[in-house]
């Protein structure tokens, strides 16, 4: 069998709205072969589903398609470490491992480009699919049908902390409640701080970063779909955040924080959240993920 590593991903990273993602290191691992029949089945307990309608199936036979190819059947075993519809890209990661692991399966005859673009026909969006492909932090545009993609490091002087809430967030649901049209100063107010945000996780320019992380296009329509938003955003501050917005569509939120202060950033944050009694929400320490997805054979 083929597995197939992808990471969760951070859309959006506040002002990058649909262009700007990191790649994180907590990865969905996928087992892959071709069968004649399909059989799903998963090795935690989160509930899939086990038939065509599955996201990894789908997406491995839309590759196939692409191919010229009708896919048989086959058989995947999922283990399924990002959250399900909390914003760290777990329909992307189903997305990406279907196709990648379709494409290896068909000796790959798609190149990494194409796979992005594909991805992203499937997804509706490239700022997921883009980083968990390529790693890293990734700046990307739709033109026609193909994806206009970089991904750079994130320098080493930032850390993420992940706050990720009980509670599910479709992103269909926070698509739902955004304005279809924007004014020029809210568009000029995004642009400039996404091309800031971009700089600056490059060149490790940390003072920039709470500027670069506002945002008029979605923030402020889609805190009200997440409950203790304030509470934890004003928490983030007061610990010391560089910066932290809404990660991808939420509910998960994101703040940026110093290297050498991250460890004492996450303690003091559980603590605090659980002093509040907001004992639900998971706190993660993690950094972004260089390489993106990887196929090993087993
Ligand atoms: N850019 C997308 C959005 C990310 O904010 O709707 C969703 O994962």
Redesign the pocket.
Known sequence: MIRIQVPATS??LGSG??SLGIALNLFNQVWMEEADTIDISCKDDVQVPIDEHNLIYWAASQLYEECGRKLPGMKIVQLNNIPMAR?L?SS?ACIVAGILGANRLLGTPLDQKDLVSLATRIEG?P??VAPAIEGGLVASAIEGEKVYSVSVPVSEKIRFVVFIPPFELK?EK??SVLPDTYSRADAVYNLSRSALMTASLFSGNLENLRVAVQDRI?QPYRCGLIANYDDVYRMSYELGTLGTCVS??GPTIISMVKTEEAEAFAQAAKARLSSKGLDGWQVKLLHTEPDGAQIFIE
């Open positions: 859309a959006n709205f649909d914003g890209g992307s969006h700022d997921n992103t926070a698509r979605h991808g569509a």
